[in-house]
């Protein structure tokens, strides 16, 4: 009997929301709110960003990203600079407390989910895998 797409649905959100518990969970020992965590990923993949491209790729408006600096600033996790390409505009670059911040997170998310999808095999991973792409894509 197929699944109806309301169920399909519902258990979906509600894995959802289990990750971003558990995230937040994870998140609280490190003083860390998940919007910085976010920030400070993005700044780990793509390096120094323009405030304005770090809110493209956080899907924030521009103001929001300025409060995020703002308080990672206030922090010690990132600085602004000058862009070497174009002296009117400005760089966010994490410092080395903010790389050792991203590398504290980055571990405790995947002790995170580790415990979270180790309630499956390695076969279904790689299928819930191929599923995931399928719908993101």
Same mark, same amino acid.
């Given at each position: 009997?197929?699944?109806? =797409?309301?169920?399909?649905?519902?258990?979906?959100?509600?894995?959802?929301?289990?990750?971003?518990?558990?995230?937040?969970?994870?998140?609280?020992?490190?003083?860390?709110?998940?919007?910085?965590?976010?920030?400070?990923?993005?700044?780990?993949?793509?390096?120094?960003?323009?405030?304005?491209?770090?809110?493209?790729?956080?899907?924030?408006?521009?103001?929001?990203?300025?409060?995020?600096?703002?308080?990672?600033?206030?922090?010690?996790?990132?600085?602004?600079?000058? =862009?070497?390409?174009?002296?009117?505009?400005?760089?966010?670059?994490?410092?080395?407390?903010?790389?050792?911040?991203?590398?504290?997170?980055?571990?405790?998310?995947?002790?995170?989910?580790?415990?979270?999808?180790?309630?499956?095999?390695?076969?279904?991973?790689?299928?819930?895998?191929?599923?995931?792409?399928?719908?993101?894509?």
């Amino acid at each position: 009997m197929p699944v109806e =797409d309301s169920t399909l649905s519902e258990l979906f959100w509600a894995v959802a929301r289990r990750l971003r518990h558990l995230s937040r969970e994870t998140l609280d020992p490190l003083r860390i709110a998940p919007s910085h965590a976010r920030a400070l990923a993005v700044l780990m993949r793509h390096g120094p960003l323009r405030p304005g491209a770090l809110a493209e790729h956080l899907h924030i408006a521009a103001r929001s990203a300025t409060e995020v600096v703002d308080d990672l600033e206030r922090r010690g996790l990132v600085e602004r600079g000058p =862009d070497p390409g174009d002296r009117r505009a400005t760089l966010v670059t994490l410092t080395p407390a903010g790389k050792a911040a991203g590398d504290r997170i980055r571990a405790a998310r995947h002790a995170e989910a580790e415990r979270f999808f180790g309630a499956l095999t390695p076969q279904e991973r790689t299928e819930l895998t191929r599923l995931l792409r399928k719908l993101r894509d």
